[in-house]
């Protein structure tokens, strides 16, 4: 597997963007807006959900190893939007916390048990980068100023992802293939899908010696046809880091991607549920 962002960034990048949630819940002129990249929430619904996530994965995380999560605080989160925003900022400093007491290493339960990434405490730290990255530009398109994630935050989600929320031992149920994803800042992954689950493996870039940490040597940018190059992917997807992580969580449309090979695996892997 490819090397990942170290724990301390990490942890960061879960401080900076919470403190850009905030910002944007701040500036709104109302908090019952509602979210059009999740149609079903208000504004305060959204802050009420990500305080809710820290919180759950801060009580995981320190409940170490575990078959079962802990259970869920019953407690309700205010409403008032000066009370709303400092239970944010507590909610976000409880996971902060349990993730440094616990480190990068210890054990602890995970809904992706089945999949390439560890049940570990620095599992949780990256998954909830990427957790709050997307809520913030959730929160910001309600105000009408959505910003891309940041370069660095997207560059791990889009592996992040692959590996998480893709990368499982569940069957693939269509006819094997591969999906190649390329993002403009020089990084390319490819998600390879068979009756046996889903692998994802990291891509050298177009014009470069092949990547150290890559699982492959294949190159991902060669504009070759399925039918003369037998290692080419079935589709591929170009985008900048963030446009990738966006459309992989449903926030923008696949075809604002640059889209080549077979349109509808897109389609096909958004409505995949690996169990």
Known sequence: ?????????????????????????S???????QVPTCPEWTLIDLVH????????????VAAGPADAPPARSASAAPRERDALLAWSVESTEQLLSALREAGPDAGCWTWWGASESPQTSGAVARHQVQEVAVHTYDAQITLGTPQPLPDEAALDGVDEFLSTCCAWTSAWPHKPAAVD???????SWRLSLSGEGARTTRLP?????PDPVADTVTDPVADTAA?????????????????????LYGRIPVDSLQLHGDRHLFDLLQAWEPE
């Open 1 to 25: 597997m490819a090397k990942t962002l170290e724990f301390p960034v990490l942890l960061r990048l879960i401080d900076e963007r919470s403190v850009a949630f905030r910002a944007a819940v």
């Open 227 to 247: 039918d003369e190059d037998p290692d080419a992917a079935a589709a591929s997807a170009r985008g900048t880091a963030s446009e990738l992580v966006l459309t």
């Open 49 to 60: 959900h990500l305080g809710g996530v820290h919180r759950f994965w801060a009580a995981t």
């Open 205 to 209: 870039t177009h014009g470069t010696m």
């Open 181 to 187: 994803f390329h993002a403009v800042e020089g990084r």
């Open 27 to 33: 500036a709104a002129p109302s908090l019952d807006a």
